[in-house]
């Protein structure tokens, strides 16, 4: 959860791996662009977290073989091919979902700044300008309308198939939604992919196991690029470098 309006109490930083830090090697990570910073605050302290923005990984033969016969057997899904994952921790029921949906705008180290509608409805972006990004709280019209949005522009893609999980239904009733939603029974992906408990959004798996997985509640929308073969080196390169680069806390 996040809390605003504290007044002046101390401020502990940590690693990703849960290693107290310094604030210069706090800020120092989290303007690498493979980590982000999160703020937890009580009423006598202020946690600030360095988590992961994504990382790239290869899934051991055991676990891809695994992973990919079930994925199979249970789902139907083609493990020749790229998967593209969209994952929902949890489908909220049908009367939870918002009217209209709403952005959400927060600061750098996701601290609630403020809402607004947006269907259709002007608002005055400079009440906003320190916010550094913003998330969207679908209506179940615009949920449907993302979804099928994502499920055409990866089906495009040659050799890369979209899929959509989740880990928790509420209540709503699937054959409200215009995708097909498969369940992660046992909590598979979570388990696989799930780092320090921060959550993920996007997933790809390609067929050797390498996969790539994007962490945090901000809406990124993966580009193209990433499944071509010489791009996907040159960012895995890239976020090893940076991983080398920040991996000494001095």
Do not use: C
């Amino acid at each position: 959860m996040y809390f605003s309006g504290f007044s002046q109490v101390d401020t502990l930083y940590f690693d990703i791996n849960k290693e107290a830090i310094s604030k210069a090697i706090f800020n120092k990570k989290i303007e690498s662009k493979i980590y982000d910073g999160i703020r937890f605050i009580t009423d006598s302290l202020v946690v600030q977290d360095v988590i992961p923005n994504h990382v790239f990984g290869q899934l051991d033969s055991v676990t891809k073989s695994q992973l990919f016969k079930m994925f199979s057997a249970r789902n139907g899904i083609d493990t020749t091919k790229t998967l593209m994952v969209f994952y929902q921790d949890t489908l909220i029921a049908e009367n939870e979902f918002p009217e209209k949906s709403i952005m959400i705008f927060r600061d750098s180290l996701g601290e609630f700044m403020g809402t607004s509608k947006y269907n259709g409805i002007y608002f005055d972006s400079r009440k906003y300008r320190k916010a550094k990004y913003h998330t969207v709280e679908y209506s179940l019209k615009g949920f449907n309308k993302v979804t099928i949005s994502k499920a055409k522009t990866f089906k495009k893609i040659k050799n890369v198939t979209p899929v959509f999980f989740y880990a928790y239904n509420k209540g709503l009733d699937l054959s409200k939604l215009k995708v097909i939603w498969h369940k992660d029974y046992g909590h598979i992906l979570h388990k696989l992919f799930v780092t320090n408990n921060y959550f993920f959004r996007t997933l790809i798996i390609k067929p050797n196991g390498e996969y790539f997985v994007r962490y945090g509640d901000k809406f990124v929308a993966e580009k193209k690029d990433i499944f071509n073969l010489k791009d996907w080196e040159k960012l895995k390169n890239k976020y090893f470098k940076e991983m080398r680069t920040n991996s000494q806390n001095l």
